[in-house]
Every structure is written in C-alpha cells, then in structure tokens.
C-alpha cells in the first residue's frame, strides 16, 4: 500500500478498518484518508452506525416464550395454499 490512501482503497478497505483487522500501519493511513475526505469520511460514518444498530438490535429483546409457541402452533396449523 503507498504511503496515501485513495477513495476507492479507503472504501475498499472500509469493512476491515471498522472491524479493526488492518495492520496498524494500514488502519492509519485509512483513518488519515477519511479525516482529509469528506465524502468518504460520511460513508464510513454511515457504516459504523449501521452495523452498529444491527449489533444493538441483535442484542435486544426476544420474543417471548409464550407467544413463539403460539405463532408456531398457528403456522403449523395453517393450510398451505
């Protein structure tokens, strides 16, 4: 990798940088390109709070016991069309 970064190696290397599996050497030089670019700042900005949700949602509450057990019995017990 050269000593700059561009657009698309940034955004190509975007999903390792945010699971923080680039060298260090790699992740700095990434983290540089976003500081200078504003568009690609904003998309990895847009990445990180999407995974983030998704990983706080996974998290979150199940449905309960009760009523999983009456969804499958009403999904079992309907026709198939």
Do not use: N, Y
Not at 8 to 37: G, M, N, S, Y
Not at 53 to 61: C, K, N, S
């Amino acid at each position: 990798m050269s000593g700059s970064t561009g657009c698309r190696e940034a955004i190509a290397l975007l999903e390792d940088w945010l699971k923080a599996e680039l060298t260090p050497e790699v992740a700095e030089q990434v983290r540089a390109h976003f500081d200078r670019c504003r568009p690609c700042f904003r998309h990895a900005e847009f990445e990180r709070r999407f995974l983030a949700e998704l990983e706080a949602a996974g998290r979150g509450d199940r449905c309960p016991e009760r009523l999983r057990a009456e969804l499958l019995r009403e999904i079992r017990g309907a026709d198939p069309a």
